[in-house]
């Protein structure tokens, strides 16, 4: 059931990085840096989210692999996991925040 979250959340983040959301720039092709990173951030976010809800105790060692992935696309530049962790925060954060304001209305 964890991988089913995973997965869900991992979408999710990627559904926040639109221009009127959190406003991420995207990859144009699979594989470039801004595809990669973005990959960073909705793995991430995937983890921050489950992590915040309970769903995980831990990170998955598959999220790992998918990360190493990712960074090794990047050259291995270890910079660049703080710049995708603080967009992944911000999208976690963002979601949170609209889950909030729904509570509010109700």
């Known amino acids: ?3 089913y979250y995973s997965t869900l959340f991992h979408e999710l983040t990627h559904w ?11 990859g144009r092709r699979f594989g470039d840096k801004r595809y990669a990173i ?3 951030v909705a793995e991430l976010g995937a983890i921050f989210h489950c992590l915040h809800l309970g769903v995980i105790a831990y990170p998955k060692e598959g999220s790992a692999k998918y990360l190493n992935s990712w960074l090794r696309t990047l050259n291995d530049d270890k ?12 999208a976690m954060d ?11 209305v109700a």
């Open 1 to 3: 059931m964890s991988h």
């Open 16 to 26: 926040t990085g639109r221009h009127n959301r959190c406003n991420r720039e995207m």
């Open 38 to 40: 973005e990959e960073l």
């Open 79 to 90: 910079k660049l996991v703080f710049t995708a962790s603080s967009l992944a925060q911000k």
């Open 94 to 104: 963002y979601t949170v925040s609209l889950q909030e304001e729904a509570e509010q």
